[in-house]
């Protein structure tokens, strides 16, 4: 019998993995550790035999019954494969010389510790704030991503002045970012909040849709980082113009979504 998850949305209803997902599971788990290691091992989403994390997933927090260390430890190290797959890579490689990002490091260093450390406080107990990784892996992992970009961006401007522009009087894109509160991407994890938040991203100006996109994916506004790569960058435009075109349709989704009027 497949284990249930026992996180529950703000409803109150449980999570529950996509119906592909536990079928799967049904047929897997009567197979041997070899047989599913071997399966687990496929990383080509294309071949029929591949298993997705979501199910690798379940295998490995399933493996805190076991007597012994050497199922978990199997199974283990294929997940973290993916999830650094996942991750930003800080090197890149100009075909003469290896570059490494210290930003894309400390988001690839805050995010895997993050994760490593929320599996073994679930190897010692259940803890459900593993369950959605077992609901939408990808997404579980863009907000691992999204989180750990948020804290090197605050390390990295930590002894930066917060202040107002002395020539417009407007604030500083530091004193703009910290003052922001609302945040669109928050409940992701919940059905009915996603679908409500996609039919709202469509009505806004095709601009505005393309920058909440990005920022849905994790991408910066901008970087001190020459390779990183922005929403500032990518759409050629100023950081106070993404900014702006931000700031408008975080408020017309606010209103959308909390039946406030603009």
């Given at each position: 019998m497949i284990t249930p998850l026992r996180k529950r949305t703000l409803q109150g209803t449980l999570y529950k993995r996509d119906a592909k997902i536990e079928a799967l599971l049904v047929q897997l788990e009567p197979l041997s550790l070899a047989e599913i290691v071997e399966r687990c091992e496929i990383t080509d989403r294309s071949d029929l035999a591949y298993v997705p994390s979501e199910c690798l997933m379940y295998f490995v927090r399933a493996t805190r019954h076991d007597d012994s260390d050497r199922h978990f430890e199997r199974l283990y190290?294929?997940?973290?494969?993916?999830?650094?797959?996942?991750?930003?890579?800080p090197e890149t490689n100009d075909g003469e010389v290896i570059r490494v990002s210290s930003t894309k490091s400390r988001i690839r260093d805050v995010a895997f510790g993050r994760f490593t450390e929320a599996l073994a406080a679930d190897r010692q107990d259940y803890s459900d704030k593993l369950d959605y990784f077992e609901v939408r892996f990808d997404g579980a992992?863009?907000?691992?991503?999204?989180?750990?970009?948020?804290?090197?961006w605050r390390e990295e401007n930590r002894s930066t002045s917060l202040e107002y522009d002395p020539e417009t009087n407007e604030p500083s894109s530091e004193v703009e970012e910290a003052a922001g509160t609302f945040n669109p991407f928050e409940n992701l994890e919940e059905n009915d909040y996603r679908s409500r938040l996609d039919a709202a991203i469509d009505?806004?100006?095709p601009e505005q849709i393309r920058i909440i996109q990005m920022l849905r994916q994790g991408f910066l506004i901008d970087s001190k980082d020459?390779?990183?790569?922005?929403?500032?960058?990518?759409?050629?435009?100023s950081e106070k113009t993404i900014r702006l075109h931000r700031d408008r349709a975080f408020k017309a989704l606010r209103a959308a979504l909390l039946g406030e009027s603009e």
């Open positions: 190290k294929i997940l973290l494969s993916r999830i650094l797959r996942a991750l930003p890579n992992v863009a907000n691992l991503r999204r989180d750990a970009q948020e804290t090197a009505t806004l100006p020459p390779d990183a790569v922005t929403i500032a960058k990518t759409l050629k435009k």
